[in-house]
């Protein structure tokens, strides 16, 4: 059982990226799938969740508007498309799958704990 996280790499200011989690071993969607990231000396934060049924999302202030999460059935993976970079967005990018009925799990609010699986990060590195 494993998520997968891939897509990062370095691109300039106001470029875009498109981060992938593919789960095996596991459907996930029967989870929620969260996006984090955790830049250099700062502590891992939530920047987007996603329903099971993909029909509800949630962002963190910095990101909405620029980011966008959605579900791959098909795939058994979740994307992340970030549009619009900024310098302040470089960071190790990690996905995650947590209970699907806990509203702090979708909302971004529940502790890093409560997630029941964790990608491996992959670095998202903007250049100003």
């Known amino acids: 059982v494993q998520l997968q996280a891939s897509g990062g790499g370095l691109v300039q200011a106001g470029g875009s990226l498109r981060l992938s989690c593919a789960a095996s071993?596991?459907?996930?969607?029967?989870?929620?799938i969260a996006w984090f990231r955790q830049a250099p000396g700062k502590a891992r934060e939530g920047i987007a969740c996603i329903s099971t049924n993909g029909d509800t999302a949630y962002y963190t202030e910095s990101v909405k508007g620029r980011f966008t999460i959605s579900r791959d059935y098909a795939e058994n993976t979740v994307h992340l498309e970030m549009t619009s970079l900024k310098v302040e967005d470089t960071a190790v990018y990690y996905c995650a799958a947590g209970w699907a009925r806990s509203a702090a799990i979708l909302t971004l609010t529940a502790p890093l704990d409560d997630y029941d699986y964790w990608g491996q990060g992959t670095q998202v590195t903007v250049s100003s």
């Open positions: 071993g596991f459907s996930s969607e029967t989870y929620a």
